[in-house]
């Protein structure tokens, strides 16, 4: 807020205008298209790449109408709804205004647009006064390169609508809409970007040529996407710490997970995370880029410079920073909490700081304050003057100070009492290669590798999937892995029991109330026989996906760039990955009079469709081994 009041009145209303636009703008995208709310979401959240008018707020307001369109919420008699549209916008503007007479205008704007809209139910579809709103939001653009992208977007769409006249009939063309997604992706400016958004065209197209059928879900719990699931705890210029929702709000399926928080961190360069303790032990993992991280309990602070690949814990309560010293690379860190004292909640606590974060000294009285630090609480005042937010940039002269007394993982800068420390020291993850060849590797650090892990019984894991590649199927034999997709695209499909029964949506309502699915089958039905449902989920960067203990999984890569996923593997102990193809498959080991009884088939037969697959864990993808391609890592 205190950047907005430095802005020009006239470039500050034309932030709010776009942002509330969004409102009616998104509002209208889901009005005109009717289909699966799935891959509706995708095409809002692609156009809103696209146009790149104010992104965050425009996917924020595609997530709020696809949920309003899962829920029923988005029917005839009430998808147009201006006074709701209206009351929103109105809110909107109180949020982002710092002036009365910002709030006046951004007001009288949203009473314009009510009026435009009182006739819109008869003439809601008019292309051209579409591409009139269109463009004029495209005047919005700062750059003149994103307005021209923009409005040959608004063009493309006026386009498409003057030759959908007969759309009810044509409305789902596989191959056209494959077209125009291609299309869309052209307005990309970088090449990485550009690849990624055809790579998830050619994987839509894919996905319906294949059809789903009625034993594949893609509508449930296990996974959590990234625009979708996080909630944001802060978030500046300098960058933004998002915490997922609790796994045991989302089902009553995961309510094993209730005492587990995950978080994701990204920083941007030269900048400091100010001094925080929280009431959590947490096992972080550095995801992208190097930086300092210092931990500080009673009289002594320990600081390492960290990389990719690094994982490191804090216990709860002890007081920690993070530097990212680099000039041109963000620094990610993904976090796995486990609350001591409320579960599934953990906050942290700012001692520094000041209005921005919020020092909890403030919240003291004055005579305490003075008493502790003995000194005249006006002093006292003039310490705590922060007011730009957690994450703060600072010079480079700065950030060499503050790089002088770091050490790299492995070395430590108070050698007397090394035993101790050691439970904290940076651990790198390529030290443990576990399972290796030309379609992917598997790195784990196992609670004996590495003391800090011990403690909670967690393994952390690394799987890099070759483009093209494919991991498993398998299972674990008593984990449960939180798993989040640190770069590439790809997806998983895993076996799971509970999504059979037509009772899983009233089961996941259920919450503590539950006693879980075996409960709603019933005595009486034991010739019901089991039955499996293949959970698919598409994943891209920052998906979280879980898999419990027990339940077979593959994770496939896309076909051009390798896929990699980080775990935290909970209740690990004793935990075993178990193989269910290639060279290492457990099944081989049954005794084959067992094998013929269970699979009804010869055992030579058995044999020889068990043995034909020479690789162990790492496997060519479906769409490699059809290609009949070799593949090799790149990484």
Same mark, same amino acid.
């Given at each position: 807020m205190a950047i907005m009041k430095r802005l020009p009145l006239f470039l500050l209303l034309s932030l709010l205008y776009v942002t509330v636009a969004l409102s009616y703008s998104i509002d209208e995208l889901f009005s005109n298209q009717r289909g699966d709310p799935e891959q509706e979401l995708q095409q809002c959240i692609q156009q809103c790449q696209v146009t790149r008018m104010a992104t965050q707020e425009c996917e924020r307001r595609c997530l709020q109408r696809y949920e309003e369109q899962r829920r029923g919420q988005g029917q005839d008699q009430q998808r147009h $709804?201006?006074? !709701? =549209?209206?009351?929103?916008?109105?809110?909107?503007?109180?949020? *982002? *205004?710092?002036?009365?007479?910002?709030?006046? &205008?951004?007001?009288?704007?949203?009473?314009?647009?009510?009026?435009?809209?009182?006739?819109? $139910?008869?003439?809601?579809?008019?292309? =051209?006064?579409?591409? !009139?709103?269109?463009?004029?939001?495209?005047?919005? /653009? #700062?750059?003149?390169?994103?307005?021209?992208?923009?409005?040959?977007?608004?063009?493309?769409?006026?386009?498409?609508?003057?030759?959908? /006249?007969?759309? $009810?009939?044509? !409305?789902? $063309?596989?191959?056209?809409?494959?077209?125009?997604?291609?299309?869309?992706?052209? &307005? /990309? #400016?970088?090449? =990485?970007?550009? !690849?990624r958004c055809e790579q998830w065209c050619e994987e839509q197209r894919r996905g319906e040529g294949q059809g789903q059928d009625q034993q594949e879900r893609e509508d449930h719990p296990y996974h959590f996407r990234r625009l979708q699931h996080y909630e944001t705890r802060y978030r500046s210029e300098q960058g933004r710490f998002e915490v997922l929702q609790r796994f045991d709000r989302r089902s009553n399926l995961l309510k094993g997970l209730k005492d587990y928080r995950v978080a994701f961190l990204e920083a941007r360069p030269n900048t400091v995370v100010l001094p925080h303790h929280c009431d959590a032990e947490s096992i972080y993992f550095v995801a992208k880029g190097n930086g300092i991280v210092n931990l500080v309990r009673k009289e002594k602070r320990q600081s390492y410079n960290v990389r990719y690949g690094d994982i490191f814990k804090a216990q709860a309560g002890t007081i920690i920073y993070l530097v990212n010293n680099h000039e041109r690379e963000d620094l990610w860190i993904v976090k796995l909490a486990v609350p001591v004292n409320t579960p599934g909640h953990f906050e942290d606590f700012f001692g520094a700081g000041g209005e921005n974060p919020e020092s909890f000294y403030k919240s003291f009285s004055q005579g305490i304050l003075e008493a502790a630090f003995n000194v005249d609480y006006g002093r006292l005042q003039k310490v705590f003057q922060q007011s730009q937010g957690p994450m703060v940039r600072v010079s480079r002269e700065q950030i060499q100070a503050l790089s002088r007394h770091s050490s790299n993982a492995n070395s430590w800068i108070f050698g007397s009492d090394r035993r101790g420390d050691e439970e904290e020291e940076p651990y790198r993850i390529t030290k443990r290669k576990t399972e290796s060849n030309q379609y992917g590797q598997l790195y784990e650090v196992r609670p004996d590798d590495y003391n800090p892990l011990k403690k909670l019984g967690i393994t952390v894991s690394f799987k890099n999937i070759t483009n093209g590649g494919m991991v498993g199927p398998y299972y674990n034999s008593i984990a449960t892995t939180l798993a989040f997709v640190v770069d590439g695209t790809g997806y998983s499909e895993m076996v799971c029991p509970h999504l059979s029964s037509s009772s899983y949506e009233r089961e996941s309502q259920r919450g503590e109330r539950g006693e879980g699915q075996e409960g709603s089958r019933g005595e009486g039905q034991g010739q019901r026989g089991v039955s499996y449902t293949r959970a698919r989920s598409n994943l891209s960067i920052g998906d979280w996906f879980i898999i419990p203990a027990g339940h077979p999984v593959a994770i496939v890569s896309s076909a051009n760039q390798n896929l990699q996923v980080l775990c935290f593997e909970v209740n690990s102990w004793t935990n075993e990955k178990i193989p269910l193809a290639g060279k290492n498959n457990a099944l081989k080991q049954i005794e084959d009079v067992a094998a013929e009884v269970s699979f009804g088939s010869p055992v030579k037969e058995i044999k020889e469709i068990f043995n034909r697959q020479q690789n162990s864990f790492f496997y060519a993808g479906p769409e490699s081994r059809q290609r009949g391609q070799g593949l090799f890592s790149i990484i």
């Open positions: $709804d201006p006074e !709701r =549209e209206y009351r929103e916008c109105r809110q909107q503007c109180r949020q *982002a *205004a710092s002036r009365p007479e910002e709030q006046q &205008q951004c007001e009288q704007w949203c009473e314009e647009q009510r009026s435009k809209g009182q006739g819109k $139910d008869q003439q809601r579809h008019d292309p =051209e006064r579409e591409y !009139r709103e269109c463009r004029q939001q495209c005047q919005q /653009q #700062t750059r003149p390169e994103q307005q021209r992208q923009c409005e040959q977007w608004c063009e493309e769409q006026r386009k498409g609508q003057g030759q959908g /006249q007969g759309q $009810d009939q044509q !409305r789902h $063309d596989p191959e056209r809409e494959y077209r125009e997604c291609r299309q869309q992706c052209q &307005q /990309q #400016t970088r090449p =990485e970007q550009q !690849r």
